[in-house]
């Protein structure tokens, strides 16, 4: 059998919904289940319907539920026009009643100017809730032999509500008993939810809809599982800052979640976790263009070498000076427990004698951080900072390598226009014992023109 995971771009109105079970018919020989995000933009408005809640904004908050609700009406109707409308009833009375408790959830929120975590997730639940009636109701409408799965029965996970973290044994035993993949059938299922044991709703987080598709995967000892998006799979960077980016044909594993990790938003950083468990292959297509290139992400790639380059914005540096580090043990451990103990998630890390210096994907650290690593020295804040990376297995032992990188940056600091922040303008430097990722901390604003510089180097071609 095979995992087909379509995102919110590919499930946007009836249209492309129609184009997503095309590509699921032509498979239904492999036994599919279709894994789908909520139709494009829909989680964003039910964030803003919370905000708007919660602020009082009712009006506001009313004009966006009823977006929602006209939006899934008319794919709907749209997508069961061919039907007899004894067949179409059902699968409106269905969409109605998700929309009438929707409805009640943003009455509940805006009365009590309040939205918990809890109650976020089940709002937010209601984006894939929908699309995947309004697919079911689709496959349907084309003949197709299929069963709409309900997520929150089969994958069970945590209490962190909003990055639920899956108790996959459970989950496994539960996807097993009540999914049985055969040809000729399509089994659809919402990505992005779960509940926990006590049947409460629950997210996996943002874009935890890839994540869904290869937990599925693993359960069932997929063959494979494609992940259809609006992009040519993988690429060597981000095409919107470097036109001249290509599809990346093969990756491995790590190389995918050290890219997806640093700035690759085509997957979730979590996604393949339950694949690499598996060994299954996973697949990042273009639902866009079908026939288009692709990236296999395997085990084991067909060669080393630099694969891509990603950035992130938005970073933070905390450096917590403190001559009580020098020749004493137990420094790190404290100064990294204050850390967890606000939920702060560290990237790259840097340590001298006497300071300690680590990376945040965090425009802002909680001020409560900052007041508990005062107590052990003093800290630097610095923020507006970027992580560069460069991801390719194997291709650090050589010394010119790594020389070329930073002439490279180098060139872009000391070009016109270019800034001067510490030596050539890096700020901190991560070289990982795997040799796969290079990550370089440094100024936001020269992210784009270092990606630009190193993308024309190392993968271009000279003339």
Same mark, same amino acid.
């Given at each position: 059998?095979?995992?087909?995971?379509?995102?919110?771009?590919?499930?946007?109105?009836?249209?492309?919904?129609?184009?997503?079970?095309?590509?699921?018919?032509?498979?239904?020989?492999?036994?599919?289940?279709?894994?789908?995000?909520?139709?494009?933009?829909?989680?964003?408005?039910?964030?803003?319907?919370?905000?708007?809640?919660?602020?009082?904004?009712?009006?506001?908050?009313?004009?966006?539920?009823?977006?929602?609700?006209?939006?899934?009406?008319?794919?709907?109707?749209?997508?069961?026009?061919?039907?007899?409308?004894?067949?179409?009833?059902?699968?409106?009375?269905?969409?109605?009643?998700?929309?009438?408790?929707?409805?009640?959830?943003?009455?509940?929120?805006?009365?009590?100017?309040?939205? *918990? $975590? =809890?109650?976020?997730?089940?709002?937010?639940?209601? @984006?894939?809730?929908? #699309? %995947? &009636?309004?697919?079911?109701?689709?496959?349907?409408?084309?003949?197709?032999?299929?069963?709409?799965?309900?997520?929150?029965?089969?994958?069970?996970?945590?209490?962190?509500?909003?990055?639920?973290?899956?108790?996959?044994?459970?989950?496994?035993?539960?996807?097993?008993?009540?999914? *049985? $993949? =055969?040809?000729?059938?399509?089994?659809?299922?919402? @990505?992005?939810?779960? #509940? %926990? &044991?006590?049947?409460?709703?629950?997210?996996?987080?943002?874009?935890?809809?890839?994540?869904?598709?290869?937990?599925?995967?693993?359960?069932?000892?997929?063959?494979?599982?494609?992940?259809?998006?609006?992009?040519?799979?993988?690429?060597?960077?981000?095409?919107?800052?470097?036109? *001249?980016? =290509?599809?990346?044909?093969?990756?491995?594993?790590?190389?995918?979640?050290?890219?997806?990790?640093?700035?690759?938003?085509?997957?979730?950083?979590?996604?393949?976790?339950?694949?690499?468990?598996?060994?299954?292959?996973?697949?990042?297509?273009?639902?866009?263009?079908?026939?288009?290139?692709?990236?296999?992400?395997?085990?084991?790639?067909?060669?080393?070498?630099?694969?891509?380059?990603?950035?992130?914005?938005?970073?933070?540096?905390?450096?917590?000076?403190?001559?009580?580090?020098?020749?004493?043990?137990?420094?790190?451990?404290?100064?990294?427990?204050?850390?967890?103990?606000?939920?702060?998630?560290?990237?790259?890390?840097?340590?001298?004698?006497?300071?300690?210096?680590?990376?945040?994907?965090?425009?802002?650290?909680?001020?409560?951080?900052?007041?508990?690593?005062?107590?052990?020295?003093?800290?630097?804040?610095?923020?507006?900072?970027?992580?560069?990376?460069?991801?390719?297995?194997?291709?650090?032992?050589?010394?010119?390598?790594?020389?070329?990188?930073?002439?490279?940056?180098?060139?872009?600091?000391?070009?016109?226009?270019?800034?001067?922040?510490?030596?050539?303008?890096?700020?901190?430097?991560?070289?990982?014992?795997?040799?796969?990722?290079?990550?370089?901390?440094?100024?936001?604003?020269?992210?784009?023109?270092?990606?630009?510089?190193?993308?024309?180097?190392?993968?271009?071609?000279?003339?």
């Amino acid at each position: 059998m095979i995992v087909l995971k379509f995102g919110g771009t590919s499930v946007k109105d009836a249209h492309w919904i129609g184009n997503t079970l095309k590509i699921a018919e032509q498979r239904l020989d492999q036994a599919p289940l279709l894994v789908s995000s909520a139709m494009a933009g829909v989680t964003d408005t039910l964030i803003e319907i919370a905000h708007f809640s919660v602020e009082g904004e009712i009006t506001s908050a009313q004009a966006l539920l009823e977006g929602i609700k006209s939006s899934h009406r008319a794919a709907l109707t749209d997508v069961t026009a061919s039907l007899d409308q004894t067949v179409a009833e059902p699968w409106k009375v269905r969409l109605e009643e998700l929309l009438d408790d929707l409805a009640v959830l943003v009455e509940g929120m805006g009365l009590v100017h309040e939205a *918990s $975590p =809890r109650s976020r997730d089940a709002l937010l639940s209601f @984006g894939e809730l929908l #699309s %995947t &009636t309004v697919i079911a109701a689709a496959a349907r409408a084309r003949g197709i032999s299929a069963t709409l799965l309900d997520s929150r029965e089969l994958i069970m996970t945590s209490t962190d509500f909003g990055a639920a973290r899956p108790d996959l044994a459970e989950t496994t035993r539960r996807i097993t008993a009540q999914v *049985s $993949p =055969r040809p000729g059938h399509l089994y659809i299922a919402q @990505g992005f939810i779960g #509940s %926990t &044991t006590n049947q409460v709703t629950t997210t996996l987080g943002r874009s935890g809809s890839d994540f869904s598709a290869t937990i599925f995967g693993a359960a069932l000892e997929a063959e494979q599982v494609e992940i259809w998006t609006d992009v040519d799979g993988i690429m060597t960077s981000d095409p919107r800052i470097v036109p *001249s980016a =290509r599809t990346i044909p093969e990756i491995s594993y790590s190389e995918a979640a050290e890219l997806a990790y640093f700035g690759a938003r085509v997957i979730h950083p979590a996604t393949l976790v339950p694949a690499v468990e598996r060994n299954i292959p996973v697949v990042v297509c273009n639902t866009h263009n079908p026939e288009g290139p692709k990236t296999h992400i395997l085990k084991s790639p067909s060669r080393a070498g630099l694969r891509a380059i990603a950035g992130r914005r938005g970073v933070t540096i905390i450096t917590v000076f403190s001559s009580r580090m020098l020749n004493t043990w137990g420094f790190l451990s404290r100064m990294f427990r204050v850390f967890e103990t606000n939920r702060v998630s560290v990237d790259l890390i840097a340590t001298s004698e006497v300071s300690v210096s680590v990376s945040l994907d965090l425009p802002d650290p909680p001020p409560a951080l900052l007041q508990e690593l005062a107590i052990l020295g003093s800290v630097q804040v610095d923020r507006d900072k970027a992580v560069f990376s460069l991801v390719g297995e194997g291709m650090w032992k050589s010394p010119e390598r790594i020389r070329d990188v930073f002439d490279s940056v180098m060139s872009v600091f000391s070009g016109p226009g270019g800034v001067e922040s510490g030596p050539g303008g890096v700020e901190m430097i991560s070289l990982g014992s795997s040799e796969t990722n290079l990550s370089l901390v440094i100024p936001q604003d020269q992210l784009d023109p270092v990606m630009r510089e190193i993308h024309q180097r190392f993968f271009t071609a000279p003339a």
